[in-house]
């Protein structure tokens, strides 16, 4: 029997395998500094398990030189961007942040803001600042998201005032993601004293992913590193590349988020 060949006949559809559901699970941990203005210290973050939405703000320090308490500007900001989240559960993160800022419009104060969301199979995050994200896949580092600084420790900042949107347009980027990938968020806390060889060495420390147990251990390594007067830094390094002189590390609030992806749905309740 002949078969002909008819190049106007139906093709049978392709498998194409789906990429698997993912979820991610948190810790955090927070250190404020002793001589910030308010208990609270500076720093805040919201973590957003079912909508699969995390963020962290460091409030500007100079404004204690006004007597005002910058730390609550970034507590409301923070509290507002998880509110948004909640309200859009598949809004990217510069909508978050967006719609978080605008709501935030009558404290004074200033703040840098990372917001990140797992969407799909890729973080999605939004960053304004000098706080970020680092993401490590068989406990090796393999992505770093940007600082938006004007000049050495000068970094962009969110401030009240503005209502038609955000005053500086936030560095964003969508980085795919596979189940057991751990991603560490932190303000500069943590990132201006600690480097991610050293991240990937308390990584390799443990034997099994607790992102809870984690997140205590980058903060307390980013403590007592802050403290060093005579160690390199993340923070004395730049320092040095923009022609100061500088040793050891940088005394400030540290926020730490570890989250680790998973397979699996979220359930919603």
Request: glycine residues 10%; aromatic residues 8%; hydrophobic residues 45%.
């Amino acid at each position: 029997m002949n078969h002909s060949f008819n190049p106007f006949a139906a093709a049978a559809p392709i498998a194409v395998p789906s990429a698997p559901d993912l979820r991610i699970g948190f810790g955090s941990f927070y250190i404020p500094k002793q001589n910030s203005l308010g208990p609270q210290g500076e720093d805040a973050h919201f973590i957003s398990t079912p909508d699969k939405v995390f963020g962290v703000a460091d409030g500007v320090g100079a404004w204690a030189e006004e007597g005002i308490d910058s730390g609550e500007y970034a507590r409301a900001l923070m509290a507002n961007c998880a509110a948004a989240a909640a309200a859009d559960v598949d809004a990217d993160p510069k909508r978050i942040l967006t719609k978080g800022y605008m709501k935030t419009t009558r404290i004074l104060g200033s703040s840098t803001a990372c917001i990140i969301a797992l969407r799909g199979n890729a973080l999605k995050a939004a960053n304004i600042g000098d706080s970020g994200f680092m993401i490590f896949r068989k406990k090796k580092l393999v992505f770093v998201s940007v600082s938006q600084q004007h000049q050495f420790n000068c970094p962009f900042q969110l401030m009240a005032g503005f209502d038609l949107g955000l005053p500086i347009q936030p560095w964003e980027c969508r980085v795919e993601v596979s189940a057991g990938d751990i991603v560490v968020v932190g303000t500069d806390g943590l990132l201006d004293n600690v480097f991610a060889s050293e991240i990937e060495k308390v990584l390799k420390e443990e034997e099994r992913v607790d992102p809870g147990k984690l997140a205590w251990r980058l903060a307390g390594l980013a403590l007592r590193n802050s403290f060093d007067k005579c160690r390199t830094t993340p923070f004395s390094a730049a320092a040095r590349r923009a022609g100061f002189s500088c040793d050891g590390g940088k005394i400030d609030d540290i926020t730490v988020i570890v989250g680790h992806v998973q397979e699996g749905k979220v359930k919603r309740f």
